[in-house]
């Protein structure tokens, strides 16, 4: 789902220049990930203090994501993210839209299809979530989905481990040389290692929500280890596809 | 709730349920007539009443029956009226033992009163 340039906040000014040189300074990459609701909304808004405001993805991929800006007078606005079920191509499900509108928010676009941002200059604006513990109760099919793509990674971690060191490997692996298999194990074993960071930072986030701690943005540090993480992830699966392609 | 053991309604809910007994409502009257009935002590945000609205249909007390335009309308069903009434019974009961404890700890207290200064 696209925001119309009408749709947004009357006060940001018209996109100027060309599209292609505003890229340059505004692409961003997020520090958290975007299921740390209080995260994003602190870096968001952060971002907004700087005259910058969230205009979509730039780019997205299961590890890397990175967000694009527009520039903007500065201002204190208030970001906040709905963990509710989208659809398969991360639109936001029928009647939320709607519901945030008709409160004074504005949608300004999804990043997932559990992560969808919401934006208010209006600061006495109740919290879209009065009760903490409806939030938790509304990060459960997330949870759930992080918990069942864990398991999947696991089962293939465990059936290539096998593959590469049993006998039957020259068997089975006749079109992919050792290295594949190795390269593979390792992607595997940093996408479960961050994966089980990932989940435990939602649990965790469920748990105090529904515990009934109110919802609070904080700017969240930049997590060199994560990001480097990430970068070698992307590259490895990058590496794996060329392959793939050019084999 | 539905064919499982039915678990106690929260206030946000049990004000949902109620609004949609007169009659269907969008998102917005549901929220204004909670607003309302409870003189603002209870207020939806968008994002509960979507969470709401979401588990109720889920479970089958409540349908959407209408969607024109961005306004999409809400019917209870009657097994949503069979949970509020429900928990209007266990809300009444819960009331009846706090108003006889209440009345019987006074009662207590004045006993204890009668027995000093006698």
New interface residues.
């Given amino acids: 789902m696209t925001v119309p340039w009408t749709a947004l906040p009357f006060w940001l000014p018209e996109r100027q220049g060309d599209y292609t040189m505003a890229i340059k300074n505004m692409v961003r990459f997020p520090p958290v990930p975007t299921d740390d609701l209080e995260g994003m909304a602190g870096w968001l808004e952060s971002m907004a203090l700087q005259g910058l405001y969230f205009d979509g993805l730039f780019y997205s991929h299961y590890f890397l994501t990175t967000f694009l800006f527009r520039e903007g007078p500065p201002a204190q606005v208030r970001y906040?993210i709905?963990p509710?079920k989208g659809t398969l191509y991360n639109d936001p499900?029928?009647?939320?839209v709607?519901?945030?509108?008709?409160?004074g928010?504005t949608y300004m676009g999804s990043t997932g299809r559990y992560s969808h941002i919401f934006m208010t200059k209006d600061s006495d604006l109740?919290?879209?979530?009065?009760?903490p513990?409806?939030?938790g109760?509304?990060l459960t099919p997330q949870v759930k989905n992080r918990k069942r793509g864990l398991f999947l990674a696991s089962m293939l971690l465990i059936m290539d481990v096998f593959l590469f060191c049993s006998i039957l490997h020259s068997a089975l692996i006749l079109h992919r040389p050792i290295w594949f298999q190795a390269v593979l194990i390792i992607l595997l074993v940093l996408a479960i290692t961050l994966s089980v960071q990932h989940l435990r930072m939602l649990y965790e986030q469920k748990q105090q929500f529904e515990l009934g701690r109110p919802f609070t943005p904080h700017i969240p540090a930049h997590n060199k280890l994560r990001i480097c993480a990430l970068i070698t992830l992307t590259f490895l699966y990058s590496l794996l596809d060329l392959w793939l392609i050019l084999r | 709730m539905g064919n499982k053991e039915r678990t106690a309604l929260t206030e946000a809910m049990f004000y949902v349920l109620m609004a949609l007994l007169h009659r269907d409502m969008c998102g917005t009257e549901i929220t204004e007539f909670v607003q309302t009935r409870t003189n603002g002590r209870v207020v939806l945000g968008p994002g509960t009443l979507y969470t709401l609205l979401s588990k109720f249909q889920d479970e089958k007390l409540i349908q959407e029956v209408a969607v024109s335009g961005r306004k999409r309308t809400y019917r209870i069903t009657p097994l949503g009226i069979q949970g509020y009434r429900e928990e209007l019974k266990r809300l009444h009961n819960c009331l009846s033992d706090a108003i006889r404890e209440d009345s019987n700890a006074l009662d207590g207290a004045l006993d204890s009163f009668a027995v000093l200064v006698t």
């Fill in positions: 906040r709905d509710a499900p029928a009647g939320l709607e519901l945030y509108e008709e409160s928010w109740p919290e879209p979530y009065d009760q513990e409806i939030l109760q509304a």
